[in-house]
């Protein structure tokens, strides 16, 4: 059965440690990552070498890849002509870099394809363990090392670059710390119980204290984590037609995660089809201020317009910073702590909208401002979706 994007579902997140070489330089190592409604991907690419040259061969090798997984090549076409090329740079001044790329399906099915680079770790909150290569094989003239497996709440991936697996080389460890010796550095920090979170983090400081109190090599740790994704479902403005209202809210009301009401109009139109109260719960005449209300079922309610403006525009601004109090700061607040987050955008029109006040006051119309917060959103690594009645 197909889900829709309100359902509950698998959601990956990333933590990121890395460090450079040296200290205040550029890494080498670079991470992308791209999430649509079928699947999470992740790529880390290592540039050979050092410095600006190698972040270069890093940044065109896993942004060529993930563009190609977005136009539709499969996961071993991307990686095909990724390799062809970096195979071409053996024996001519083309950048190179290794790369592992990890793609996990919303099922939690994963696949990793690795070149030239450490092969991955399955984790969860009771054992790490490296993942053996299940199937190695040419790929033009080079060899990759393809891995799958199933992530269920609770487990994750590790991916790395050498700077972790070669940690210590001639130092401390004759042949590197090697991938297993990661491994087991993990399972030490799981009988410690360490938060999966920070376990990224204490590998690099590991690495580092292995390597003589500097780092052999940039160096990364990429950790995918698999758990329940926080749904926010968002209703702002009535249908286009007014026989829409009882149907749109119904279906809105079967959606899965919290739910908020962005709109006074639509406030009003909710507390009609479902016969509950709109309470006003905070009325200020401060501008910044707009009005909240509460209304039973729903997590939260607001004003629409302003108050959507508002969030687009301090969005990106630390949570210290916010005033207290305010429906902008909580909606701020809701929109950080969710993973997918679902727009259901009526498109009726609004005559106080057209008012020229607002225009002055740069406040764009509904359909614009959440396009605009939504794209806003996408680059802050939350999956969108925004559907129109």
Not at 173 to 186: E, H, L, P, Y
Not at 243 to 262: A, L, N, P, S, Y
Not at 330 to 343: A, Q, V
């Given at each position: 059965?197909?889900?829709?994007?309100?359902?509950?579902?698998?959601?990956?997140?990333?933590?990121?440690?890395?460090?450079?070489?040296?200290?205040?330089?550029?890494?080498?190592?670079?991470?992308?990552?791209?999430?649509?409604?079928?699947?999470?991907?992740a790529?880390?690419?290592?540039?050979?070498?050092?410095?600006?040259?190698?972040?270069?061969?890093?940044?065109?090798?896993?942004?060529?890849?993930?563009?190609?997984?977005?136009?539709?090549?499969?996961?071993?076409?991307?990686?095909?002509?990724?390799?062809?090329?970096?195979?071409?740079?053996?024996?001519?001044?083309?950048?190179?870099?290794?790369?592992?790329?990890?793609?996990?399906?919303?099922?939690?099915?994963?696949?990793?394809?690795?070149?030239?680079?450490?092969?991955?770790?399955?984790?969860?909150?009771?054992?790490?363990?490296?993942?053996?290569?299940?199937?190695?094989?040419?790929?033009?003239?080079?060899?990759?090392?393809?891995?799958?497996?199933?992530?269920?709440?609770?487990?994750?991936?590790?991916?790395?670059?050498?700077?972790?697996?070669?940690?210590?080389?001639?130092?401390q460890?004759?042949?590197?710390?090697?991938?297993?010796?990661?491994?087991?550095?993990?399972?030490?920090?799981?009988?410690?119980?360490?938060?999966?979170?920070?376990?990224?983090?204490?590998?690099?400081?590991?690495?580092?204290?292995?390597?003589?109190?500097?780092?052999?090599?940039?160096?990364?740790?990429?950790?995918?984590?698999?758990?329940?994704?926080?749904?926010?479902?968002?209703?702002?403005?009535?249908?286009?037609?007014k026989?829409?209202?009882?149907?749109?809210?119904?279906?809105?009301?079967?959606?899965?995660?919290?739910?908020?009401?962005?709109g006074s109009?639509?406030?009003?139109?909710?507390g009609?089809?479902?016969?509950?109260?709109?309470?006003?719960?905070?009325?200020?005449?401060?501008?910044?201020?707009?009005?909240?209300?509460?209304?039973?079922?729903?997590?939260?309610a607001?004003?629409?317009?302003i108050?959507?403006?508002?969030?687009?525009?301090?969005?990106?601004?630390?949570?210290e910073?916010?005033?207290?109090?305010?429906?902008?700061?909580?909606?701020?607040?809701?929109?950080?702590?969710?993973?997918?987050?679902?727009?259901?955008?009526?498109?009726?029109?609004?005559?106080?909208?057209?008012n020229?006040?607002?225009?002055?006051?740069?406040?764009?119309?509904?359909?614009?401002?959440?396009r605009?917060?939504?794209?806003?959103?996408?680059?802050?690594?939350?999956?969108?979706s925004?559907?129109?009645?």
């Open positions: 059965m197909k889900r829709s994007l309100s359902d509950p579902r698998k959601y990956i997140e990333a933590v990121l440690a890395q460090s450079a070489k040296r200290a205040g330089r550029v890494c080498g190592d670079y991470v992308v990552i791209d999430r649509t409604p079928e699947a999470t991907t790529v880390l690419a290592d540039g050979i070498g050092t410095g600006i040259k190698a972040r270069v061969a890093a940044v065109m090798c896993a942004s060529r890849l993930m563009e190609l997984i977005r136009l539709g090549f499969t996961l071993r076409e991307a990686c095909r002509k990724i390799v062809d090329t970096m195979h071409e740079a053996r024996t001519k001044d083309i950048p190179f870099s290794a790369f592992n790329v990890c793609r996990v399906l919303n099922d939690g099915h994963a696949t990793i394809i690795s070149y030239e680079i450490p092969s991955p770790i399955l984790i969860n909150n009771h054992l790490a363990a490296y993942l053996p290569t299940q199937r190695s094989f040419p790929m033009g003239l080079e060899m990759i090392a393809e891995v799958n497996c199933m992530l269920d709440y609770g487990d994750g991936i590790v991916l790395l670059s050498d700077g972790v697996s070669q940690a210590g080389l001639g130092y460890f004759r042949m590197g710390w090697g991938t297993q010796g990661a491994c087991d550095f993990i399972n030490g920090c799981l009988v410690r119980r360490t938060d999966l979170n920070a376990i990224p983090g204490e590998i690099l400081d590991k690495v580092k204290e292995i390597s003589g109190t500097t780092y052999g090599d940039d160096t990364t740790c990429l950790l995918l984590i698999c758990r329940e994704a926080q749904t926010l479902n968002i209703l702002t403005g009535p249908p286009s037609h026989g829409k209202d009882k149907k749109t809210v119904h279906q809105f009301m079967e959606r899965q995660g919290r739910k908020i009401v962005c109009s639509t406030s009003e139109m909710v009609r089809i479902l016969g509950v109260p709109v309470d006003s719960k905070a009325i200020s005449n401060a501008f910044h201020k707009p009005p909240s209300y509460e209304i039973k079922g729903f997590d939260y607001t004003e629409g317009a108050t959507l403006n508002q969030v687009y525009n301090i969005l990106e601004e630390k949570e910073r916010l005033e207290r109090n305010s429906s902008v700061s909580d909606l701020y607040k809701l929109l950080h702590s969710s993973d997918t987050i679902n727009f259901l955008v009526g498109t009726a029109m609004n005559p106080g909208h057209e020229i006040v607002f225009r002055q006051m740069g406040i764009f119309p509904r359909e614009v401002i959440v605009l917060l939504a794209e806003k959103l996408q680059n802050m690594g939350k999956l969108v925004v559907e129109y009645v």
